[in-house]
């Protein structure tokens, strides 16, 4: 049965999609993926037979999951706090800037080029620069996600900003709205679908962000982990490390869905995700 | 004094490419408490001058006044309704119509009295918590209508508000727009393409010819109120109206000059 409803998926059959959808198989269908993608892999391992140290199976990543069930939490937990904190401060300092570059002419053709080759860096390249200026702490890392996250946010935000609909705009005018009136009952709301469109491409930069920043002078951390773990040749560990990491990127993603679902209900119609 | 007094607009748009007449020397009173309806072809201007008498576009030549005072913003006092709803999504049905009343910083609790009342005359009891989305068409520019009372303005200015409906769910709508009218008093100036919407609603009709826009003739209805598209004493009345709105909205003097120009504005 669920194979048929992947093959009708696939198919492109939107309203039986969506009945999938509705019907659990918003959870089921990718849970399939990934459990034949697993598969695949562990087949590989035994079919090429590959030596554990070089590609271990998904056998040999849960035992070391498993073994370092005391050790991974607390970098798990910086992780968290980092990518977290960064998103936060992202948010923070993107959305106004979005708004003086939505309401600004002069602020637009100034500040956007030059964020555009701001974002143009790659962020990796920053990394040791950060480290020398603010430390082994939690900064640096934290700045990278700001870096890596602010970008999408501004563009997003932006462009909501200024796409708001025509006659929403003459409504405001015909009310005589005075411009602090317009941006908030209007504007902004009218804004918040295309935020969040940045939010949830943010979100998943940010955790890359902040395993960037630990590649670099951290003592904790999924990207400490991993470094580490390469070091030691100890790749059972560096693969268990990067599992967590995209179920962190896959939790903290849905967790903007929600808080979508919950702050505009009314654009879920227009957006599927 | 009258409600609306507009005297010698015109309006031309330049573009870099063409430069388009839109208005020409329009003139006309409209009463306190009438209700005009403004009927002509596609590019007659019938939008633009309504967006002038809004306040929302500055004139090229001439000026509107409402009550006595030139009109060069739009005023609180004339509520504006579009073809769109252009109804909130976020907000509740009560939230909308509410809306005139915090931007314009009204007391809340006096009138969202009004409001209910307001959604209770145009059909919409129970509906007050509902989101927009969750209405159809015809009840959505219900709220729209209600939204523009709210605040009860003295002139309200109807930008072909029921053009977007189907036809049976317009003709029920503007029976009702007739029956909330003869409850609360309005100067109505209403924009319409359709003859069967301007004969039933208006006193008086405002035959306009396209480009460049001007005024080729006003007509007045003389039958009672209410008024049906039904078999009634008043049906000549408005059978002969009608007929005089065909010929002269299909008349060859009224055709553009140069024939079939493309269309340079989409306003109107």
């Given amino acids: 049965m669920a194979a048929d409803a992947v093959a009708e998926a696939l198919e492109g059959d939107e309203a039986v999609g969506r009945r999938i959808a509705r019907g659990g198989g918003r959870l089921i269908l990718p849970l399939l993926a990934i459990a034949v993608l697993v598969g695949l892999w562990w087949l590989a391992t035994i079919a090429f037979g590959w030596k554990p140290f070089l590609v271990p199976s998904p056998k040999d990543v849960w035992n070391e999951l498993v073994r370092q069930r005391h050790l991974l939490p607390g970098h798990v937990e910086a992780t968290v706090v980092e990518t977290l904190e960064g998103f936060g401060l992202a948010i923070v300092i993107a959305v106004p800037v979005a708004v003086l570059i939505a309401y600004s002419r002069v602020l637009e053709a100034s500040i956007y080029p030059a964020l555009v080759a701001l974002n143009a860096i790659p962020k990796i390249a920053i990394a040791p620069l950060l480290v020398i200026w603010m430390g082994f702490g939690a900064g640096p890392k934290i700045a990278m996600v700001v870096l890596i996250c602010f970008f999408p946010i501004v563009i997003s935000t932006a462009t909501g900003l200024k796409a708001t609909p025509g006659e929403f705009v003459e409504l405001s005018r015909s009310l005589a709205s005075s411009r602090r009136q317009e941006f908030v009952k209007f504007r902004f709301p009218a804004a918040l679908p295309y935020v969040f469109v940045g939010l949830k491409v943010a979100i998943t930069l940010a955790v890359i962000g902040a395993v960037v920043g630990e590649f670099v002078g951290a003592t904790k951390g999924l990207g400490y982990v991993i470094v580490a773990s390469g070091q030691n040749a100890n790749t059972s560990l560096a693969f268990a490390a990067i599992v967590l990491l995209s179920l962190l990127s896959i939790a903290l993603f849905y967790a903007i869905v929600l808080i979508e679902r919950l702050m505009i209900p009314w654009a879920a119609d227009e957006q599927q995700l | ?268």
């Avoid at chain 2, 109804?87 to 809340?108: F, Q, T």
């Avoid at chain 2, 989101?131 to 709220?143: D, F, H, Y």
């Avoid at chain 2, 009345?237 to 065909?246: K, M, P």
């Avoid at chain 2, 909205?249 to 079939?260: I, N, Q, V």
């Fill in chain 2, 1 to 268: 004094m009258s409600a609306i007094e507009i005297d010698g607009i015109s309006q031309v748009f330049r573009s870099r490419k063409a430069r388009v007449h839109a208005l020409d020397d329009i003139t006309l009173t409209v009463e306190e408490n009438e209700f005009i309806t403004l009927v002509g072809r596609s590019g007659c201007g019938k939008s633009t001058l309504l967006r002038i008498i809004a306040g929302l576009l500055p004139a090229t030549r001439g000026e509107v006044r409402v009550d006595g005072a030139r009109v060069t913003r739009p005023r609180r006092d004339v509520s504006l309704m579009f073809q769109r709803s252009a109804l909130l999504p976020w907000r509740s049905v009560i939230g909308n119509v509410l809306l005139p009343v915090e931007i314009l910083k009204l007391d809340p609790k006096q009138y969202r009295r009004r409001a209910e009342e307001l959604l209770t005359v145009a059909g919409l009891e129970g509906f007050e918590d509902r989101k927009p989305r969750e209405l159809s068409g015809g009840m959505q520019q219900r709220v729209a209508l209600c939204r523009a009372l709210v605040h009860e303005p003295s002139v309200l200015l109807m930008d072909e508000p029921f053009a977007a409906l189907d036809a049976l769910t317009r003709e029920e709508l503007s029976l009702e727009l007739q029956r909330i009218w003869s409850e609360y008093r309005k100067t109505i100036v209403f924009v319409t393409h359709s003859i069967q919407e301007a004969t039933l609603l208006a006193d008086r009709i405002v035959v306009m010819s396209p480009r460049p826009g001007r005024i080729a003739r006003v007509l007045d209805v003389r039958a009672p109120r209410p008024r049906s598209l039904g078999v009634t004493a008043h049906a000549d009345e408005l059978d002969r109206v009608s007929a005089e709105l065909h010929e002269l909205l299909f008349a060859r003097e009224l055709e553009p000059l140069g024939g079939d120009q493309p269309r340079a504005t989409s306003i109107g």
